[in-house]
């Protein structure tokens, strides 16, 4: 299975799982100091709206250069912690779903397009899509973490 095949399966199964966590847990921290579950969701929907632009610039354009990402500035200003669950989850369903789309839609040649995020190094169009899967696994951790505490 390819790369862009393989994105929105990876959606659909974190979506199933994000489903499971209980939104009277979502407002605890993951960790003392840190984030509350609904915030690292809101996160996660910052990271899809981020890597949206992205992943069209450089499947259109054959390259990327942008800036990187101010995760608690972003998750600040958004102010998901005083949003419901539900919500926030939708607002997630809406942007994953939207992302897997385009990803569904970059020509296997475009995955090796040069993406420049921030002042780090440039890697291909595909790496950054796997890059994104993966820490959308990271942060689904610590969210399920949550649910069984």
């Known amino acids: ?18 489903q499971a966590v209980r939104a009277d847990r979502a407002t605890r921290e993951i960790r003392p100091g840190g984030w509350r579950g609904i915030e690292v969701l809101g ?5 899809a709206l981020n890597n949206h632009q992205r992943f069209v610039r450089a499947a259109q354009e054959g390259t990327y ?7 608690p500035g972003w998750v600040k200003a958004h102010g998901y912690v ?3 669950w539900s ?16 990803v569904e839609r970059i020509p296997e040649a ?3 397009a040069s993406c420049r995020v921030g002042d780090k190094e440039p890697v291909p169009l595909g790496s950054l899509i ?7 696994h990271h942060h689904l951790a610590q969210l399920e973490r949550l649910s069984e505490s």
């Open 65 to 71: 250069a942008g800036p990187g990402y101010n995760g």
């Open 43 to 47: 996160h996660l929907i910052d990271s």
């Open 87 to 102: 919500d926030v989850l939708a607002s997630w369903r809406r942007e994953n779903a939207l992302l897997a789309r385009v």
């Open 82 to 84: 005083e949003m419901s």
């Open 1 to 18: 299975m390819s790369l862009t095949t393989e994105f929105a399966d990876q959606i659909a199964r974190v979506e199933s799982r994000l």
């Open 130 to 136: 796997e890059s994104y899967l993966r820490h959308l």
């Open 110 to 112: 475009q995955l090796a």
